[in-house]
């Protein structure tokens, strides 16, 4: 988020498309965020929109832990974060006025059985938001890995982002839902140097690192220091907004 020079915060979007798209956004009961991670988008969530109750959901506990500490803070906001399976919600049928998925679909390999569960737990006149990345996110930082030799085959690399992607996020929804509107918007990044994108390698799971690479940025930053000369690196990728509502509900 460091490197963001172009892009609208996320977050602050979903929390514009709630209230652009839903029926009633100043009336919300249940909203439920799932791959909520460390809970921005849960928080942006209760604080823009005011609903009764945001629930997070993530799988991960270290993150869910963050997340509940942010929310410890003086907001005031009715947010709780629980750990759980996005392909079983652990919410009962037409209980969600507004469902978020945000940057995490493409950790399923069956996306569309999220989507499914989704429509199950969206309220008839519930709206569901969907956010991803193209295909061909963050190029320039394969190209910029593979010519260090660190992973000479990065580019060659299937996306981290296959299983749902700008190109067929929409067709996705519309198994289980009614497609109501797809926004793109390009997001750009620039890194000061060699260290700073050292910082978003670390976190990467796409390469093929030599041990002692993996999740050690001072390591990554110090051979690419050696191995090519340190300058900005500007890289961009296309986020996708897919709004749609329970099958069969309002229009």
Known sequence: ???????????????????????????????????????????????????????????????????????????????????????????????????????????????????????????????????????DSYREIDQLVAAAGLDPRAEQHESLYVSAHSGNLADLASVSLDVLAVEHEEHSFTFDGHDHVAEYLATNPKYDLAPGLYGNADALATTLHELLPDRPLTTTSLVTFVLAQSRGGWK
């Not at 928080?43 to 009764?52: E, I, K, S």
Request: hydrophobic residues 40%.
């Open 1 to 135: 988020m460091r490197a963001k020079t172009s892009g609208r915060p996320v977050p602050d979007t979903i929390v514009g498309l709630v209230r652009d798209h839903h029926e009633r956004p100043d009336r919300l009961g249940l909203v439920l965020d799932l791959g909520c991670g460390q809970g921005t988008t849960s928080l942006a969530l209760a604080d823009g929109l005011r609903p009764r109750r945001v629930v997070g959901l993530d799988a991960a506990p270290a993150l869910l832990e963050q997340a509940r500490r942010r929310a410890r803070q003086p907001h005031g906001l009715p947010v709780t974060f629980h750990q759980g399976d996005f392909h079983r919600l652990p919410v009962s049928a037409g209980s969600c006025d507004v469902v978020v998925a945000a940057f995490c679909l493409y950790h399923s390999p069956r996306p569309q059985s999220v989507v499914a569960e989704i429509g199950r737990a969206l309220a008839p006149d519930g709206l569901a938001v969907l956010v991803t990345k193209s295909l």
